[in-house]
């Protein structure tokens, strides 16, 4: 057996946890039946909502915060470092971790799943197995979220010179959300344009519009949450790899990012044809990058030995130094172009020439970022970058609101009004902030700088 997931199965699933938890579920579904006895649908039916509920606050919040935990409690009893050094192998770390540090979460969350099991086969309901398959790979996409944002929040606070903590690290996801949320609902975003498939898939009922064919709900929901589940467990065993000082290969964040763009662009298919498609396709991996920006740590020499082997042209060694952003832009500006070429002949579109004056403007962001978060005080780098683009839209579209109404603004957003003005301003921008930064990296490093590292093996 993993000895990481058995460590957490002694610490999690301790009899006496486990009896506890046992004592409190039989009140709970005790108490359900006798409010349910005289249910006209059936105690049964009544119990599988109950189960429901309980799967959903203990495989989905009880295991994610308890699959977050297992990381940041090994950092506040200072043992993290003595397992980093251990012969566990990444994915033995990963997995042991994820299913042990929730292992009583889900015991508890199965109580509920076998209910909604058992009524389901009584109904006869078809939908049972994908409502089942949906629900489970919710709570593991839930919890590889959590602690892959524990690993990101520990690999921050390194660089920082801080302490990851558990309330930073959740107050962190939900900033973040909020505003990645708030930047997708935005004018230079469309308005959401095109993204609204995320949210109506949770929701549909009957059939999907995916692809340009019409999928049933139930079964679509439940293989799409599962293909992302997936890979939110890749992403947790790439981060672990790099808190085991591994380096990891250029190749998976950007197989990600196409299976992203093609997800979302199945969504408009139908209605905005291939050109549309890639539009909204370039939407959701420009989204990426800005959280790309923000998770990323800042590291000063690792910018400076990939801007040294991009000069010398060795792709070979700059490459898995290429900070996370790039590869979400990289993708982001030829989805736009082939988006470009797909329309050629045809009206281009206000959105889609909207969506080429936000890479420009996606181009001068990332650099504002990086400019704020490598000063001399990088733990308010996060914030003074959001305060920084608030500025930058919020006060510069106030400017060219009044000056000119649209195509005032549009010096300062990516708006469709004139997105040739947006575009040309956008470059302009971008090129000031990234000689900023170039200034702020400073000069080139030593050679004997560049190759620095403890790599043990690249995957």
Same mark, same amino acid.
């Given at each position: 057996?993993?000895?990481?997931?058995?460590?957490?199965?002694?610490?999690?699933?301790?009899?006496?946890?486990?009896?506890?938890?046992?004592?409190?579920?039989?009140?709970?579904?005790?108490?359900?039946?006798?409010?349910?006895?005289?249910?006209?649908?059936?105690?049964?039916?009544?119990?599988?909502?109950?189960?429901?509920?309980?799967?959903?606050?203990?495989?989905?919040?009880?295991?994610?915060?308890?699959?977050?935990?297992?990381?940041?409690?090994?950092?506040?009893?200072?043992?993290?470092?003595?397992?980093?050094?251990?012969?566990?192998?990444?994915?033995?770390?990963?997995?042991?971790?994820?299913?042990?540090?929730?292992?009583?979460?889900?015991?508890?969350? @199965?109580? =509920?799943?076998?209910?909604?099991?058992?009524?389901?086969?009584?109904?006869?309901?078809?939908?049972?197995?994908?409502?089942?398959?949906?629900?489970?790979?919710?709570?593991?996409?839930?919890?590889?979220?959590?602690?892959?944002?524990?690993?990101?929040?520990?690999?921050?606070?390194?660089?920082?010179?801080?302490?990851?903590?558990? #309330?930073?690290?959740?107050? =962190?996801?939900?900033? #973040?959300?909020?505003?990645?949320?708030?930047?997708?609902?935005?004018? *230079?975003?469309?308005?959401?344009?095109?993204?609204?498939?995320?949210?109506?898939?949770?929701?549909?009922?009957?059939?999907?519009?995916?692809?340009?064919?019409?999928?049933?709900?139930?079964?679509?929901?439940?293989?799409?949450?599962?293909?992302?589940? *997936?890979?939110?467990?890749?992403?947790?065993?790439?981060?672990?790899? @790099?808190?085991?000082?591994?380096?990891?290969?250029?190749?998976?964040?950007?197989?990600?990012?196409?299976?992203?763009?093609?997800?979302?662009?199945?969504?408009?298919?139908?209605?905005? =044809?291939?050109?549309?498609?890639?539009?909204?396709?370039?939407?959701?991996?420009?989204?990426?990058?800005?959280?790309?920006?923000?998770?990323?740590?800042?590291?000063?020499?690792?910018?400076?030995?990939?801007?040294?082997?991009?000069?010398?042209?060795?792709?070979?060694?700059?490459?898995?130094?290429?900070?996370?952003?790039?590869?979400?832009?990289?993708?982001?500006?030829?989805?736009?172009?082939?988006?470009?070429?797909?329309? !050629?002949?045809?009206?281009?579109?206000?959105?889609? !020439?909207?969506?080429?004056?936000?890479?420009?403007?996606?181009?001068?962001?990332?650099?504002?970022?990086?400019?704020?978060?490598?000063?001399?005080?990088?733990?308010?780098?996060?914030?003074?970058?959001?305060?920084?683009?608030?500025?930058?839209?919020?006060?510069?579209?106030?400017?060219?609101?009044?000056?000119?109404?649209?195509?005032?603004?549009?010096?300062?957003?990516?708006?469709?009004?004139?997105?040739?003005?947006?575009?040309?301003?956008?470059?302009?921008?971008?090129?000031?902030?990234?000689?900023?930064?170039?200034?702020?990296?400073?000069?080139?490093?030593?050679?004997?700088?560049?190759?620095?590292?403890?790599?043990?093996?690249?995957?």
């Amino acid at each position: 057996m993993n000895p990481e997931f058995q460590r957490n199965l002694w610490l999690e699933a301790a009899p006496r946890r486990v009896a506890w938890a046992a004592i409190t579920l039989v009140m709970i579904y005790g108490a359900a039946i006798m409010v349910l006895r005289n249910n006209p649908y059936g105690a049964l039916t009544g119990l599988a909502g109950v189960g429901a509920v309980v799967f959903v606050a203990c495989g989905m919040v009880w295991g994610a915060r308890a699959a977050g935990s297992s990381i940041l409690n090994e950092i506040a009893d200072r043992t993290w470092d003595f397992q980093r050094l251990s012969a566990l192998d990444p994915w033995a770390m990963t997995w042991g971790k994820l299913a042990g540090g929730a292992s009583l979460a889900w015991m508890c969350a @199965l109580t =509920g799943l076998v209910l909604m099991a058992v009524a389901g086969l009584q109904r006869g309901d078809s939908g049972t197995l994908s409502t089942l398959t949906f629900f489970v790979a919710l709570a593991v996409l839930l919890q590889a979220v959590s602690m892959a944002a524990a690993l990101i929040g520990v690999r921050k606070a390194r660089a920082e010179g801080r302490t990851a903590r558990a #309330g930073g690290v959740l107050g =962190g996801l939900i900033v #973040g959300g909020v505003l990645l949320s708030w930047v997708a609902g935005s004018a *230079g975003f469309q308005r959401g344009a095109g993204l609204e498939g995320f949210s109506a898939m949770l929701g549909a009922k009957g059939l999907i519009d995916w692809g340009g064919t019409y999928w049933p709900a139930d079964g679509f929901r439940a293989v799409a949450v599962t293909l992302f589940a *997936g890979w939110a467990v890749i992403g947790a065993w790439r981060l672990m790899r @790099l808190e085991l000082q591994m380096q990891n290969a250029p190749i998976v964040w950007p197989a990600f990012l196409v299976f992203l763009a093609v997800f979302a662009g199945g969504f408009v298919l139908r209605d905005g =044809g291939l050109a549309g498609a890639l539009t909204t396709g370039a939407l959701a991996v420009a989204l990426s990058a800005y959280a790309a920006a923000f998770a990323e740590p800042a590291d000063r020499v690792r910018m400076r030995q990939f801007r040294q082997h991009v000069q010398a042209r060795d792709l070979a060694r700059a490459a898995p130094l290429a900070p996370a952003p790039l590869a979400p832009l990289i993708l982001a500006t030829l989805l736009v172009l082939l988006a470009f070429a797909a329309s !050629a002949g045809d009206f281009v579109g206000p959105g889609l !020439a909207q969506a080429g004056a936000l890479i420009a403007f996606l181009l001068r962001d990332l650099a504002v970022i990086a400019l704020c978060r490598l000063g001399e005080r990088p733990q308010r780098g996060d914030f003074a970058a959001v305060v920084a683009l608030a500025v930058l839209y919020g006060v510069g579209g106030i400017v060219g609101w009044s000056v000119d109404r649209d195509t005032g603004a549009a010096l300062f957003a990516p708006l469709g009004a004139a997105p040739l003005l947006s575009l040309a301003s956008g470059l302009v921008q971008a090129a000031i902030a990234w000689g900023l930064v170039a200034r702020r990296l400073g000069p080139r490093p030593f050679s004997a700088e560049v190759g620095t590292g403890s790599a043990k093996k690249m995957v």
